[in-house]
């Protein structure tokens, strides 16, 4: 008799039954059988916590969940969860604080692990809720917090586990990486895509949370817990989004080799910077070398690149948000703590939240972004007029700045003309104040465009 | 007080010390504190068995081991596995039966996990060895077996484990990809590239463990099995190298916008294929359309492409085989191990080694090759004469098989001449009527070349 015959089921309190908690039912049923032998247990959700009972049984029923054991409905999630005879708790009502963080301590009390989606919640208040779970003897799981369709919480946490980590590379917002793989191949501004993206449903009426790297942030957060074990600090984060990016930097990325992506970038000791053990925290768009495997990652998709210091370079890819991968990365979790629960006290051997417990977090020294070293792009736009390739180099000779490429294509003459610049690696300061004077010509006739471009070492 | 100064370490007795015990010693050594925080406990090898006594201990010293405490050494392998006071064993001996046979027994006997980078082991013996380890409850740790600096077995028994897998196709086997780049990008044959691999370390002495695919088909039988939950059966693989491939293949590969790899495929029920439920195994060349992931993966890496039925495609690429991508892999086993060692039981709910029970295996049919349907490359080299063109297209049509492209470059009148045609998808079975029918004109000077295309949907 195999032993998913004879374990008793992992019953599931799932709070929440939107897009993802609909999906994760739906996922659960469709494959109940091979998950439960993969998990050696049957998994059930055994009690519901959502704002409208009648719209909540009628996505359960459209899902086919078993019709003669339905789920206890709770209208109130904290309650549910305090009260229901389950063995654990999936979250995916989202927020960073209110019901979800709620649910979280109460499950986390009761002793029970819990699974999330919710990068907003851990990333704000992920410290607390890992010292909750030592304390309770249990385990969150986040699979699904980033990057669903890549188990890369999984490969960082377990996978690498024997490895110092020194950078984490994402493109980790797929609407952000839609719209700029959009902008390259098909030559078309930022504003008009992002009116595109929010018809096809990609990107959201008030876009803000996608464009302007929040989601992001959210998300490399994480990743850099884990990978560094520290603790999450949004604070820490230096985030610049896509808003300001036009057509013609990602032409002249292309033109000069790179393509143009917003990325999430956790790095040790940033290459060449005055700290050697600091951290280098960022959301930015930046120039990616096109033979980088994560230059090529186009649409919705989402990447990471991660490198270590025994295993070298590994690349990850795969879908980011979305019903679909996020509910199998929630699964993965519940699978994991099911297993775990087959044997008394299991859940005691689960990973930290962080890879390691709340009292070995590091706080490594946070590298100010105009200490970051690296090489760069200038895009300015300048009336051309006698002198003004002259007042350009002499405002990044003053700072010490050394050109790599300059491109300027051919024009009528008295237009107003944008000079292409990339130079060697310096600091971000410097470039800062070369910025801030070639401003101040009188030839400039636009804001210049600062870009990383980033090694590829 | 941490949990790791209270937790009794992790005792490991290791089994070989060549190339990847020695890799697995310093890095065990080195990131010792890292590792301690993250397993909870510190892991120690206390134990190590060797064929020379004097070169172990010289080889432990070389990697700063610590001296204070140095491991036991055993000269028989069995004898300290058998006898050692220890938590779990790492076996790096190599060989599909032999010694690592009965170190690999002989620790699940004792309830011990048992740790290896050892893919022919697993491959040969791993249905019998699942079974002792679910009768000990105990378990084992294969991540070193494929692609180590990938994640990838992990990735699929764990991360991935809510999906119905559709497919895997894997580039697994560095020497042959070292060879198949360098013969794309410099232009140089077979034979050649070979020869420079062999003296750059890349390729043995004999290489046909590599370069004729059973290296490949060892690992995907592995990767096929988790996928899948079936036994791993290295007689249902059909299995092609890389010997005969030219150097005019990889041109006219990349003409007509593909690359040309070694590729593992496991595949259910092959695209159009007679049956729906049936598997295909496969190691062989193919021509791997450019856009997709795994076509730009060069070198001595190693990637995996996987589809599961709920979170669509995920590409994964790392380094595969050396010191430090297997000794980063083995000691993410041995962390999983030494973590779920912290509790009474725990290894009870580690992973079974093929995903599910050994009971609970599939026995899904196998595809024949003949029945495999996919769109095909065609190299023929004819002698330009009248009518060769019209016999070719003739053989075509009598085996049912319809052209996509052909290629005929310029050459002078009554040389030999290649002719490169491609195929709208079709059985196997066709082309290999085709072949032969082609084969029979007199007009052919050489050995046609028939290559699978891969689907990129």
Same mark, same amino acid.
């Given at each position: 008799m195999s032993k998913n015959d004879t374990s008793p089921p992992f019953r599931i309190a799932l709070a929440g039954l939107g897009v993802v908690g609909g999906g994760v039912a739906k996922l659960l049923h469709r494959n109940r059988d091979l998950i439960a032998a993969r998990a050696g247990r049957a998994i059930v959700i055994t009690d519901i916590a959502a704002r409208d009972q009648a719209k909540a049984m009628g996505m359960l029923a459209e899902h086919s969940l078993d019709p003669s054991r339905p789920p206890r409905y709770w209208s109130d999630a904290t309650?549910?969860? !305090?009260? !229901?005879?389950?063995?654990?708790?999936i979250e995916v009502i989202g927020g960073a604080g209110g019901i979800a963080l709620a649910v979280a301590?109460?499950?986390?009390?009761?002793?029970?692990?819990?699974?999330t989606a919710n990068k907003a919640l851990l990333a704000t208040h992920g410290v607390a809720l890992a010292q909750l779970a030592e304390q309770h003897h249990t385990a969150i799981g986040c699979e699904a917090a980033v990057a669903g369709g890549i188990p890369i919480i999984k490969a960082l946490r377990e996978g690498l586990v024997a490895n110092r980590i020194t950078s984490v590379i994402g493109i980790l917002n797929g609407t952000c990486n839609y719209i700029l793989s959009a902008m390259r191949s098909r030559g078309i501004d930022f504003p008009e895509i992002l009116k595109e993206a929010q018809n096809l449903g990609y990107a959201e009426s008030d876009p803000s949370f996608d464009i302007d790297g929040t989601d992001s942030a959210h998300k490399l957060c994480l990743l850099a817990a884990m990978a560094f074990g520290m603790a999450p600090n949004l604070n820490a984060l230096?985030?610049?989004?896509i808003r300001n990016l036009t057509k013609l930097d990602c032409q002249y990325a292309e033109e000069l080799g790179?393509?143009?992506?917003?990325?999430?970038?956790?790095?040790? !000791? !940033?290459p060449g910077g005055a700290s050697d053990d600091g951290i280098s925290l960022r959301v930015l768009p930046a120039l990616v070398p096109e033979n980088m495997p994560i230059a090529s990652v186009d649409g919705v998709l989402n990447a990471v690149l991660v490198r270590g210091d025994e295993v070298g370079m590994s690349f990850y890819q795969g879908r980011g948000a979305g019903a679909e991968p996020t509910a199998s990365a929630v699964l993965s979790d519940v699978v994991d703590f099911a297993r775990l629960g087959l044997v008394n006290g299991g859940l005691e051997s689960a990973r930290p939240l962080f890879g390691v417990r709340v009292a070995e977090l590091n706080h490594p020294p946070i590298i100010p972004p105009q200490d970051y070293v690296g090489a760069w792009y200038l895009r300015l736009t300048v009336r051309d007029q006698p002198g003004v390739i002259a007042d350009i180099a002499s405002a990044l000779r003053d700072h010490g700045v050394s050109l790599e490429t300059v491109t300027q294509h051919r024009h009528h003459p008295g237009e107003s003309v944008p000079v292409v610049l990339t130079t060697h690696p310096c600091r971000e300061g410097q470039m800062r104040g070369v910025v801030t004077a070639v401003s101040a010509l009188p030839a400039m006739t636009a804001k210049p465009q600062l870009l990383r471009i980033l090694g590829d070492a």
């Open positions: 309650e549910m969860v !305090a009260r !229901a005879d389950i063995d654990g708790v301590e109460q499950t986390l009390r009761r002793g029970l692990p819990f699974v230096a985030v610049e989004g790179f393509r143009l992506k917003l990325l999430g970038l956790a790095e040790r !000791a !940033a």
